[in-house]
């Protein structure tokens, strides 16, 4: 095989996120980004020293937008703004969001919306342990909501098949998935995120 030429991290990251977006993020390995790049593996190795840093690469490369500012509005309209603003980033590469979590510590992009999202939940007035658990709440629903949002969308197959229920002997989950099916992602992602700050704010006291 001829010597590759010289490539960049940039480079190297949009080819392991090709992988990802094809065939998903358990296909993810040297070999496969070096397929995709048409060098040998061993080639590779000059540039990343591993799987781990192709994540770093890719995490990196996906959030490379994502404005860390801290937007003007009430606490939770800030932190709307703010989670759509790692919705939009992830939206067009869904299989990445569980790197989102895993590489959290390693990422300056997010860390950076880390800091704003802490930021605003501290003037808030969240703090210690609670702050802890508010954050790490927030989080969850993100990855859940993407990863639902991938897995299973309410405009897929699994609600269709789920609405064409009999009425019996599950005549709610028919009805929910009839009124599922007329949900846009974006309405269902609001709604949940809607319910989720009203019940953090509920949670804080005065």
């Known amino acids: 095989m001829p ?9 190297i ?23 995709e790049l048409g060098i040998g593996t061993m080639s590779l190795y000059r540039y990343v020293e591993d799987r781990e840093q192709l994540e770093q690469l890719v995490v990196d490369l996906v ?14 309209e800030r932190v709307i703004v703010l989670a759509e603003r790692v919705r939009d ?21 997010v860390m950076a919306w880390g800091e704003a999202v802490l930021g605003t939940l501290t003037e808030a007035g969240f703090a210690d342990r609670r702050r802890v658990v508010a954050f790490r709440t927030l989080i969850s629903y993100l990855v859940g909501a993407f990863s639902a949002e991938q897995l299973g969308p309410l405009s897929g197959p699994g609600t269709i098949v ?12 028919a009805e929910t998935a009839r009124t599922a099916r007329e949900i ?23």
């Open 63 to 76: 959030l490379n937008d994502l404005d860390p500012a801290r937007p003007d509005g009430s606490w939770t």
């Open 89 to 109: 980033a992830v939206g067009a590469h869904p299989a990445v969001v569980p790197l989102f979590l895993s590489h959290r510590h390693r990422n300056r992009h």
């Open 162 to 173: 789920l609405a064409e229920l009999p009425p019996t002997p599950f005549p709610l989950l």
């Open 13 to 35: 990251a949009a080819a392991a996120l090709a992988v990802i977006d094809r065939a998903g993020l358990d296909t993810l390995s040297m070999r496969t980004v070096a397929q």
């Open 184 to 206: 846009p992602a974006a309405e269902e992602f609001r709604g949940g995120l809607a319910i989720l700050l009203a019940g953090l704010a509920a949670t804080n006291p005065p």
């Open 3 to 11: 010597r590759p030429k010289s490539l960049t991290h940039e480079r």
